[in-house]
């Protein structure tokens, strides 16, 4: 984009009068952040009026991507990275006499999610805009986020997240666009000669407000849009007419229940709950959606039959699967078609992407609650459930299918039946997942349809997690190979040919070895924790999850300081072990993981006796911003869940990319990580899936057998109760008691041999500089294909038939 200076300077003063009104020597940094965020919105507005204007003169394919979530992150970074105006900007306001990084700073996280698929819902958006793809989002404005994680006395503590108190700049509101969505009420059915209508009376009727965000592009024109609804209180006349019946307490919780519906996003990623504000907040977004794109397509379009090529829908697991009746429900009872011509328009437009095997984050919605919630959606699923059923009666008579596929079953609707049901796609997001998925949970829809089924590799995008958070790295990789790969991620594989290279080595030491400085300092600041910059900077950030382990890893620390204390002498490489993550508030087990890795750290950080060899820091609130600190600095990438159980990970693509070395189990996308790197540089231990398979089905694993064998073993899981940790004598027994008696369901103790030695490997690798330099530069290089670029484009390609659109400017 072209820049003037001048003009910049001028517009972004003017900004402070006109929004703030303040003078340039009055406003606060915040004030200034805000002025900037309104100065860099108008260019991108420009762009964005633009796109839309083509893209509906082209008539082109949109997709919208629908999800519960969508970690955006800070935006204004990333937008003067997009726009190319960064280095502009920041010399145009040093004049100003003010340091953009600041500014950069005081923006608030758009924490809109809990964890992977969040993120990967926003990495998919900014590659989409850079691609010159078609695609927007489509999800809830929370006006409450993920909580703020504090740690006190140990413990997690959970703060609202009230990002949105002092405006948030980069949305526009819309309230011409917005449409109403119905609950609760009785539907009528009318027999009519020729067909039947149905009448939904009764309601409670709620306003979808909808809040565009724009989604920028790298250097091109495109900008798209991600549409964020807020629910409010219909029209008045509903409010006021319980008003003027002298029902004012009646109208205050219809407009408190309204309104709760878009205050706050779930903090849970795995634990299904059958919770009646989750189910309003699903079919709040998933009609209001619905709507919206169905009243623009008609706007363009006469013929419903058209539908699927000019508009996908994809639902970011079930979370949305509710658009399969709702898209139904508006093409038969708002517009008049039958039952078949409305099931093939919407099965020719729904595509699904699964991202968890986890039974218990499956979700399923009982079968009363629907049916009152949605009394007209409830109708038509039994109408799904009961074609599905007659028609795998006809086509295979075997009940065993039957059973297996039934959308409606114990009084319960499951939900990701219903959306395998009713897609033509459906996606895992890593080889092993899918393979999962084909073989285990959707068994029997695979032999049934197996040509639905694909693999969608997870990626991430290399221009936030490279270009805005890695500059230093991102510039030796330019100097190194050229800047193609910013277009074209995987020409990183040209750094291939330089990672003996020792020139290039020492450059990408240095490197390191200051984004660690930042992060140490960082930690030093926060929580006076000294930590060396020559320990191997050991990071496991995630969210805490049995599934995950973080407690192998403490595990393991513990045998590392046993060990120590028995002989302070013992060489090994100085480590820091850094963890990050927040615990679902109810996640018992979860949240006395952080305790332990708080309690541990406090002891190991002061003992003097083992000469500083262990440092353990646990970074409170982990975050978009947060790992962007972070992920630099790591040297190790802890990805070390029990096989079969990580989708994919994506955390694994970040840290290989600004060049940390993987330990990991064979699991998600550590395998393909393994396929793209070799064997000799990444560190793999533990079970396979089909051991933890084997394990599940035929038993065989008694964790007692395997303490009593492993005096190291017994030894730590001895400590957790026996006083080791004098405060808290009793505290973790619970995680002992899962670890043992309960037979330790995710197989710490049986990798814990496995994890260990590969711990020493990694110690001895790291010892060679020369050799882990080679190491980490390979892990770049083949980290091009886990750009979320290539994700993208695998899905408008394979899944979603969309070209890119060139915008001209
Ligand atoms: C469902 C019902 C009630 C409350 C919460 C939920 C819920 C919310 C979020 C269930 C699941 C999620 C999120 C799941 C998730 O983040 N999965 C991760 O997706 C990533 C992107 O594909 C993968 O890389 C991770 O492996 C997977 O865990």
Redesign the pocket.
Same mark, same amino acid.
Do not use: F, I, K, Q
């Given at each position: 984009m072209y820049f003037d200076k001048e003009r910049f300077k001028e517009e972004f003063i003017q900004k402070l009068q006109s929004m703030q009104g303040m003078s340039l020597e009055e406003a606060s940094v915040n004030d200034q952040y805000l002025a900037l965020g309104a100065t860099i919105r108008d260019y991108i507005s420009r762009k964005w009026i633009q796109t839309k204007r083509q893209y509906q003169e082209k008539n082109d394919k949109q997709i919208y991507y629908f999800s519960? @979530?969508f970690l955006l992150g800070k935006l204004l970074d990333m937008n003067l990275i997009n726009m190319g105006i960064r280095e502009e900007c920041r010399a145009a306001l040093q004049e100003l006499g003010i340091d953009l990084s600041l500014l950069i700073e005081a923006e608030p996280d758009a924490g809109l999610?809990? #964890? #992977? %698929? #969040?993120? %990967?819902a926003a990495c998919l958006l900014d590659s989409m805009a850079a691609m010159h793809l078609p695609g927007h989002g489509c999800g809830i404005r929370y006006k409450y986020g993920l909580f703020e994680q504090k740690i006190v006395d140990h413990h997690q503590v959970e703060l609202p997240d009230n990002w949105l108190k002092d405006g948030y700049v980069w949305e526009y509101r819309r309230p011409e666009k917005s449409v109403e969505v119905r609950f609760w009420g009785r539907v009528t059915q009318i027999v009519q000669p020729d067909k039947w209508l149905f009448i939904h009376e009764d309601y409670e009727p709620v306003l979808a407000v909808p809040y565009d965000i724009p989604m920028v592009g790298y250097h091109n024109n495109t900008v798209n849009t991600l549409r964020l609804w807020s629910a409010e209180p219909a029209q008045l006349d509903f409010d006021l007419s319980s008003f003027n019946r002298g029902d004012y307490i009646r109208a205050v919780e219809y407009r408190h229940s309204v309104e709760r519906i878009s205050k706050i996003l779930?903090p849970?990623?795995? *634990?299904? @709950?059958g /919770?009646l504000l /989750?189910l309003k907040q699903q079919y709040f977004f998933v009609s209001a959606g619905l709507q919206s794109i169905l009243s623009d397509y008609k706007r363009k379009n006469r013929l419903w039959q058209g539908l699927p090529d000019k508009i996908s829908v994809h639902i970011n697991?079930? *979370?949305p699967a509710l658009a399969i009746p709702e898209l139904m429900r508006l093409l038969m009872d708002e517009e008049g078609l039958g039952w078949d011509e409305a099931w093939t328009i919407t099965t020719s437009t729904v595509s699904y $992407?699964n *991202? $968890?095997t986890l039974p218990e984050?499956l979700?399923r919605w009982p079968v009363d609650m629907v049916k009152s919630l949605l009394p007209r959606i409830y109708m038509i699923i039994c109408e799904i459930h009961e074609r599905l059923c007659y028609t795998i009666w006809e086509q295979t008579k075997n009940w065993d299918l039957l059973r297996e596929i039934s959308i409606i079953a114990d009084g319960e609707i499951h939900m990701a039946r219903l959306a395998v049901t009713g897609s033509y796609s459906v996606n895992g997001?890593?080889q092993l *997942?899918t393979d999962i998925l084909r073989k285990n949970i959707f068994a029997g829809f695979h032999s049934w349809q197996p040509y639905k089924f694909n693999n969608k590799t997870?990626g991430i995008t290399h221009r936030r997690w490279l270009i805005k958070s890695n500059p230093l790295l991102a510039k030796l990789i330019t100097d190194t190979i050229d800047g193609s790969w910013i277009k074209y991620p995987w020409d990183l594989i040209q750094l291939l040919r330089y990672t003996d290279d020792e020139e290039v080595q020492q450059r990408f030491c240095e490197i390191k070895r200051r984004n660690k400085e930042a992060l140490a300092k960082f930690i030093k600041n926060k929580y006076q924790i000294a930590v060396s910059t020559d320990s191997i900077f050991d990071v496991h950030v995630k /969210?805490i999850h049995a599934y995950k382990r973080q407690i192998l890893n403490v595990l393991h620390i513990m045998h590392l300081y046993n060990q120590l204390k028995e002989n302070p002498d013992w060489d090994i490489v100085p480590r820091t072990f850094i963890f990050g993550g927040k615990a679902a508030p109810g996640y018992y087990i979860a949240k006395q993981t952080i305790k332990l890795i708080n309690v541990l750290a406090e002891i190991i950080n002061h003992d003097n006796s083992i000469q500083g060899k262990l440092k353990v820091v646990f970074l409170e609130n982990y975050s978009v911003s947060l790992a962007e600190l972070v992920v630099p600095a790591a040297d190790v990438s802890e990805q070390i869940?029990t096989a079969s159980k @990580?989708?994919?990970? $994506?955390g694994n693509m970040k840290f290989m990319m600004n060049g940390a070395v993987t330990i990991g189990t064979m699991d #998600?996308?550590n395998i393909d990580i393994k396929n793209a790197v070799g064997d000799s540089d990444i560190v793999i231990f533990g079970l396979t899936a089909q051991q933890v398979f084997d394990y599940y089905a035929f038993g065989g694993y008694n964790a007692w057998d395997i303490y009593h064998n492993d005096s190291r073993i017994k030894r730590v899981l001895d400590e957790l109760i026996n006083g080791f940790f004098p405060n808290e004598k009793e505290e973790f027994r619970p995680l002992y008691n899962d670890l043992l008696p309960n037979n330790d369901e995710y197989f710490v103790l049986k990798d814990f041999s496995g994890y260990s030695e590969a711990q020493r490997i990694v110690d001895n690798k790291f010892r060679n500089k020369q050799g882990w330099c080679s190491m980490a530069l390979a892990n770049i290089a083949h980290s091009g294909i886990f750009s979320s670029d290539r994700m993208a484009s695998e899905y408008s390609v394979g899944i979603w038939k969309i070209k890119p659109h060139i915008i001209t400017g």
């Open positions: 519960m @979530e999610g809990n #964890g #992977g %698929l #969040g993120r %990967l779930y849970d990623d795995t *634990h299904y @709950e /919770r /989750r697991d079930t *979370h $992407t *991202h $968890t984050a979700e997001v890593a *997942h997870n /969210r869940s @990580e989708a994919s990970g $994506t #998600g996308a």
